[in-house]
């Protein structure tokens, strides 16, 4: 008997069926999810490059810019980025707002049955509640400056805002965030879709080893940061310039930027001619 024979003779062709919305939201929500995680392991890692030194950092920033493709800086290529990926955080809060709970009484009633379960996942599940709505606003201020000022990157500028601008504490504040954030979500997403061959356990301790790694790594990288701009806070403003590239990159800069510089050719002996 086929299944369609089936649902007839059984009435089940007369029910309502229930909708699949819901279903390909949370698959809209998984995957903006999985994008972001992504993206920030891929930020977090162009950042760090400023623990190789100013001029990889540099390098990094223009290339992004277009530097060395389209003949010299273009901030606006970030600005594009930076939309693209404002719009999917906006779309993945959207969808994460639906299994927020909706009232303090519900919060109140979900945190009882979490202390009361002693369920691991219900509690790491209730810390990226807190640690997503601490981003809607953290992040929120963050992707808007890199959309509106896409110049003020770089190890300079960045530094600056670090120290002189006294923004460390936010950036802290959001490192701690979204690595926990981020951690927890790339968790969730393998236990929720599956992962091939592994136990829930080797997913915690891979998801911890993951948070750990990019916590110590962004904090070296906000530490960096902070030094370089405790050194340059007599000359707030000023912007990287660095003196020479290696090799390969200088052949891709704009013809002039890295020029090499002018040898004095000393004027000749003059020998004095000889009396006939």
């Known amino acids: 008997m086929s299944n369609r024979v089936f649902i007839a ?3 089940l062709a007369e029910c309502p069926r229930k909708s699949r919305l819901p279903a390909r939201l949370d ?37 992004f810019e277009g530097y060395f493709f389209l003949g010299g800086s273009q901030p606006r290529l970030v600005s594009g980025v930076v939309a693209g990926v404002l719009l999917i955080f906006v779309v993945h809060a959207l969808l994460a707002l639906r299994k927020f709970p909706a009232s303090f009484r519900q919060l109140q009633t979900l945190r009882a049955h979490v202390k009361a379960m002693r369920h691991e996942d219900s509690t790491l599940w209730i810390w990226q509640v807190y640690t997503g709505f601490a981003l809607f606003f953290l992040a929120s201020a963050h992707l808007y400056q890199m959309l509106v000022w896409p110049q003020n990157i ?14 460390w504490p936010f950036y802290l504040v959001m490192l701690l965030a979204v690595e926990l954030h981020g951690g927890i979500g790339l968790y969730r997403l393998t236990v929720k879709w599956g992962f091939p061959n592994a136990s829930r ?38 912007r990287y310039q660095p003196e020479h590239l290696p090799d390969w990159l200088e052949r891709l800069a704009p013809p002039g930027d890295f020029a090499p510089p002018t040898e004095l050719v000393p004027p000749a002996t003059m020998t004095p001619e000889r009396q006939p």
């Not at 770089?154 to 923004?167: F, I, K």
């Not at 904090?219 to 902070?226: D, E, F, Q, R, V």
């Open 9 to 11: 003779q059984a009435g």
């Open 27 to 63: 698959l809209l929500q998984s995957g903006s999810g999985l994008m972001l995680a992504l993206f920030m392991w891929g930020h977090m890692f162009f950042v760090a490059s400023i623990l190789l030194g100013e001029t990889a950092m540099w390098s990094i920033t223009r290339m």
């Open 154 to 167: 770089g190890p300079y500028a960045s530094a600056d805002r670090m120290w002189s601008d006294g923004l």
């Open 201 to 238: 356990e080797f997913l915690k301790k891979l998801k911890w080893a993951l948070t750990a790694f990019f916590l110590i790594l962004g904090l070296a990288t906000l530490g960096a940061y902070m030094k370089i701009g405790f050194e340059h806070r007599a000359h707030y403003g000023e």
